[in-house]
C-alpha cells in the first residue's frame, strides 16, 4: 500500500493553528504527523487522499490562517527506506535503549527493545510512543493482564511484557502493523503476546489489567467505551496520540461519563499522553 506525504508550510497564523489543523486532518484519514521547521509533515494512506477534500479544509480557516502543501507519493519500499534511513536508537527514561537490528546492542540497559523500522508507526521516536514508555515503567505490570489497542511496531506490548506481564493482546487494524508486531515479538523473544489484525470489534471477550491505546482522538473517543467494557476495576488506561488543547480536556469528559477516573498528564511539544484509572 503506497502513502502520500504532504508537506505544509504554514503561511500564515500563529502556532497553534497548526495543532488545529493537524486534529483536522486527522478526520480525513492522515494517521501520521512529523513536525518541522516550516511547519509539519503528515502521511496519509494513498487510497484515502483527496485533494479537493484538503483545499476545502485550508480554505475554510482562511483568511485567519493559511497553509501551502506540496505532495509526494511514498511507495511502500521507498517508506520502509525513509524509516530506515532515519532510524537512531533511542533512549528512554535512562532505562529503555530502543535499537533497529542493524545497530549494536547496549545490553547495560534495564530494558532494551528491537524494532525493525518498517512502515508500522511506533518506534519509539515520536512523542506520544516515547511519553507513554515513561510512565509505564512507573506502574507494576507484574502478572497483569495488558491490551494494545493501535500496537503498531508492538513496542508498547513488547515492554509490557519486558516489565513483568503475563498476558497481552495487541492489536491494530492495519495488516502491516499487525505482522510487524508478530516480527517484533519474535525479535524480542517475547512469548506472552497474541497479535491480532482488526479493530476494536478484535477486543477478546476478557478482562485486563492495563490497556495501552496511542492512536488519536477521534478513535479513542469511538473506542472509549469498549475499553471500559473491558478493563477491571482499578484497572489502568493509559492514552495518547492526541494533543493537550482542546483533546485533553474532550477525552477527560467522555472518559468520565464510563467511570474511568483521570489521574494525570504528559506533553511533549503538544503532545499528549494520559492515565485514567477504572472506578
Not at 509505564?136 to 513496542?155: A, H, N, P, S, Y
Request: with cysteine; net charge negative; proline share 4%.
Amino acid at each position: 500500500m503506497s502513502h502520500c506525504k504532504i508537506i505544509f508550510t504554514q503561511v500564515k497564523g500563529e502556532d497553534f493553528h497548526q495543532d488545529l489543523l493537524i486534529s483536522e486532518l486527522a478526520d480525513l484519514g492522515f494517521d501520521t504527523f512529523e513536525d518541522t521547521d516550516a511547519g509539519f509533515d503528515a502521511y496519509i494512506p494513498s487510497n484515502l487522499y483527496n485533494e479537493d477534500s484538503l483545499k476545502d479544509l485550508l480554505k475554510a480557516h482562511s483568511p485567519a490562517f493559511e497553509f501551502a502543501f506540496q505532495k509526494i507519493e511514498i511507495q511502500t519500499q521507498n517508506w520502509n527506506a525513509v524509516w530506515e534511513s532515519n532510524f537512531e536508537p533511542i533512549i528512554i527514561a535512562d532505562q529503555i535503549y530502543v535499537r533497529a537490528t542493524f545497530h549494536a546492542p547496549k545490553p547495560d540497559y534495564p530494558y532494551e527493545i528491537v524494532i525493525d523500522p518498517k512502515m508500522a508507526f511506533g518506534t519509539g521516536h515520536h512523542q506520544t510512543t516515547s511519553l507513554i514508555m515513561a510512565m509505564m515503567l512507573e506502574d507494576d505490570f507484574r502478572g497483569k493482564k495488558v491490551l494494545d489497542m493501535g500496537c503498531g511496531t508492538g513496542i508498547l506490548a513488547i515492554l509490557a511484557e519486558k516489565l513483568g506481564a503475563i498476558e497481552l493482546d495487541a492489536i491494530d487494524y492495519d495488516s502491516l502493523c499487525y505482522e510487524s508486531t508478530l516480527e517484533n515479538t519474535a525479535l524480542n523473544q517475547c512469548s506472552q503476546i497474541n497479535a491480532l489484525c482488526g479493530s476494536k470489534e478484535a477486543i477478546p471477550d476478557k478482562a485486563y489489567d492495563v490497556i495501552l491505546a496511542n492512536i488519536n482522538r477521534n478513535i479513542l473517543l469511538d473506542q472509549l467505551d469498549y475499553y471500559s467494557d473491558v478493563l477491571l476495576p482499578g484497572g489502568k488506561l493509559y492514552l495518547s496520540g492526541f494533543y493537550e488543547h482542546p483533546d485533553t480536556e474532550i477525552l477527560k469528559e467522555k472518559a468520565a461519563t464510563l467511570d474511568l477516573v483521570y489521574q494525570e498528564h504528559r506533553v511533549n511539544k503538544d503532545w499528549t499522553a494520559a492515565k485514567f484509572i477504572k472506578n
